[in-house]
């Protein structure tokens, strides 16, 4: 059995603030969900859009992003 793929995704919501979730959505599945709460929105708001993401993908998560140089 294939484990599922876990994408990493860097998006801007509409007050410019940049965030990344973690999702097992492909690119088109997130962008089709992301149209459909747009179409029931008025803004991107970062927060309510990842809660709203996790009613459809329960793996589906805020993460933060360190750079690590070594």
């Given amino acids: 059995?294939?484990?599922p793929t876990k994408i990493v995704y860097r998006f801007f919501d509409d007050n410019e603030e940049k965030h990344?979730?973690?999702?097992?959505?492909?690119?088109?599945?997130?962008?089709?969900?992301?149209?459909?709460y747009k179409s029931k929105k008025t803004e991107v708001v970062a927060k309510e859009f990842i809660s709203y993401l996790k009613r459809s993908d329960s793996e589906a998560e805020e993460v933060t992003v360190?750079?690590?140089?070594?």
């Fill in 1 to 3: 059995m294939k484990k």
């Fill in 20 to 36: 990344y979730v973690i999702s097992s959505f492909s690119h088109k599945e997130l962008e089709a969900l992301l149209e459909k």
């Fill in 66 to 70: 360190i750079d690590f140089y070594f």
